[in-house]
């Protein structure tokens, strides 16, 4: 009788370990699969911010150069410039559009949003890319002064614009960074 009873418990234990398993490997399954979807945003988005540093990195590269080549008495090719400049403003203002699909979302121009209710990273890409183009045109109005004296006294517009500029991309920075080093952390809680 015993052994009956104790295959009789065997046989129940059995039963709720299966049972048990059945039901807990779906929400291990489930809970596994979504830190899984985690660090793939987290991915993505930190991969998105970094393209975003990098195009702005690009832009100012490019003013300091122009501006650098100022200063050493090199005249600067204006149209140039412009078409370089605008290139690399376009792919900053794609990179920033490819981050909002994260929550960050950017005005490219005063007449999409009302700026009051901006955000820190809008105001700062906004600074940055109304700062470049001040820069341009204050170098373009300096290569057009007359004689060097003109220009050299001109050339602190240019370099107040650039410093601005560069200001303005430490700002965006700044809000960047915040953002990435909360997906890094967040990326590691998931594993």
Partial sequence: MSEAIYGLVGALGGALLGAAATISAPIL??????????????????????????STRELVMLLDTARDASVSGVRVDIDELRRELNAALKDVRGTADRCEVH???FVHHPSSKDFRDATPETMALHRLVVSVQRAVSLLDEQQRRPTEREQRLSSGGVQAACRQAEDARRSLLGVLWERMERLQESAAAAR
Avoid: I, K, N, P
């Avoid at 985690?38 to 911010?49: G, S």
């Fill in 103 to 105: 929550g960050l979302r």
């Fill in 29 to 54: 399954t489930g809970r596994q699969a979504r830190r899984q979807e985690q660090r793939v945003r987290a991915t993505d988005e930190f991969e998105r911010l970094m393209a975003l540093r990098q």
